[in-house]
């Protein structure tokens, strides 16, 4: 399903992704996931948007950033999935993210965000900046634009939502690319879109053994809820 030849703890490469991963608190995994297996996930991933749910507000915890997006839920993809599933919980992948992370990363249990697939579509679409409850976000790129297009991740590690607008790290990726992110203290956002065009991941949430929960906030319920709350 995915290159575990370069992406495993053993690999040639894995100790350089650690080492980014320490620190800038992300990574790139570029081409992640198998050539031979992409039309399969992404097959799925589009049977499954049929079930998605249009966002369009304001996040007000978040200073009142905007989203505008379709998404759908952990519950959804429970219930009509059991490849995107196998993917979160598959040993072998949290295996190597621990190796990058330094710690044990564990899967969640029921979050509504444990897993999700976020859609841009059309121009000025964009998932607006946040901080996620848990501390790991692991994403699959499905569609992306490319950074003309807009629709790529910018985050700011350790800093404020406003410092986005100032110089954040930009991660224009491609399909197939999966990027690592510690979310709970990197500002992050993915960059409005410029144009009508598709920007499409599957985000999988993790925690590591030694995190602290800080208060949890209402935006995933507000984001990914059936009815919005
Ligand atoms: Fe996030």
Same mark, same amino acid.
């Given at each position: ?26 990574? #790139? ?9 992409? #039309? ?25 950033? #905007? ?67 848990? #501390? ?94």
């Amino acid at each position: 399903m995915y290159r575990s030849d370069l992406y495993h703890p053993g690999s040639e490469i894995a100790d350089e992704l650690k080492s980014h991963y320490q620190r800038l608190h992300h990574v #790139p995994f570029p081409g992640f996931v198998a050539a031979e297996f992409f #039309p399969e996930l992404k097959a799925e991933v589009d049977r499954l948007l049929e079930q998605s749910r249009r966002r369009d507000f304001l996040m007000e915890c978040m200073d009142n950033s #905007p989203r505008r997006m379709n998404v759908v839920n952990g519950h959804t993809i429970e219930r009509l999935s059991t490849l995107i599933p196998q993917i979160y919980n598959d040993q072998r992948i949290i295996d190597f993210l621990s190796h990058v992370v330094g710690e044990k990363v564990l899967p969640l249990t029921d979050d509504i965000d444990r897993y999700v697939i976020n859609q841009l579509r059309k121009s000025s679409d964009t998932f607006g900046a946040h901080y996620d409850d848990y #501390p790991l976000s692991f994403v699959l790129i499905m569609e992306s634009p490319g950074i003309e297009g807009g629709g790529y991740a910018e985050m700011v590690p350790n800093g404020a939502l406003s410092d986005l607008d100032v110089n954040p790290i930009k991660l224009p990726l491609k399909a197939a690319d999966a990027y690592l992110l510690k979310t709970d203290t990197t500002a992050h956002r993915v960059a409005p879109l410029k144009v009508d065009v598709l920007r499409t991941a599957i985000n999988l949430a993790y925690t590591t053994e030694n995190f602290v929960p800080r208060a949890i906030t209402e935006s995933a319920n507000k984001l990914y809820a059936e009815e919005e709350a």
